[in-house]
């Protein structure tokens, strides 16, 4: 596609609120960089969370997170370029090590994976031995390295109930933990900072079932029930969806949760005329994009400030200066890659 073609495509999704000049230079960056996309043999893999210009452009694949960690599992390009966050990148190399994989932010984190050190994880095995520990895919390599499987927002409670253990250590997202646990029929306890963790004896342990950790997601943490309520009120019929790492009660007063990309189906494949999003706000913006004749309502700009480091211009950069280059540690990837395939054969 040439730049007026760009720009014509983004022009149909972002016209009815972006500037002609803002799309015009939007559409320049998106050129060149699906040239040096080509030249340099890359793939861009694109998370549902990248700002719509990107969104819309340049990758070969946009997705949740489960989605881009099997297509960056199955790809046979030399390089690819991750627009996601840090972890998601990370990812990619321990399924796909042979592979140059880039970030084009190096600050682009997550406050989930922050929340979590591989040592925290250790501490929790020797506290609750022989209790298996999965872990969202929103951690570094080093933590996935100390965990039995993964799980991502989309398989969650199918990786709890293809382990058929009674008592589970499941990190670190304290939401996502008490929405999987509500919705397999577990109890939950957590540490307690001041007190430690509780006793548990070996025979008490079927009694709590789930082990949580207190890690939250800055972004999600921040809707309410009232949120959802104020919506209610102000347009009758609109469906509600949030994002399984708002908190239980936001999830259960909402019509709908999952993870990003199911939102997007959800939306696609129904007939109501508007849709609230309880989660990053780009994705709302995205899904406008995507499906013009729906009301996309976000109550709130709430954006994640990670993912809003990955921009055009750094991407570009990126393929132009061969960086921000991932790497994992062989020893960690191989012993992370375990809990990684695990968790992408169980789904
Ligand atoms: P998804 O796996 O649903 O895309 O979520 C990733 C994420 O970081 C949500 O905040
Ligand atoms: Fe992490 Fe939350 Fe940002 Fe997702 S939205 S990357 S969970 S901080």
Redesign the pocket.
Known sequence: MNVDQIFEELSAKLGRWMPESEIRKKAELAFRINQLKKERNAVILGHN?MEPALFHSIPDFTGDSLELARLAAQTDKDIIVFCG?K?MAETAKILNPQKTVLLPALNA?????ESITAEDVRNLKRKFPDVPVVTYV?TYADVKAESDVCCTSGNAAKVVESLKNDTIIFLP?EYLARNVARQTGKHIIFPSKSKGWPEAPTDKLLDYQFIGWHGR????ELFTVGDVEDAREKYPGVVVMAHP?CSPEVTQAADFAGSTSAMIKFVQENKAPSYLLL??GSMADNIAGLYPEKNILRIKGHR????QQITLEDTLLALQKNQFVIDVEESVRLRAKRAVQRMIEIV
């Open positions: 969370y966050v972890f984190g997550c406050s989930l994976a929103n997202d997601c800055e972004v999600h790492e989660t990053e994640c400030p990670h993912m």
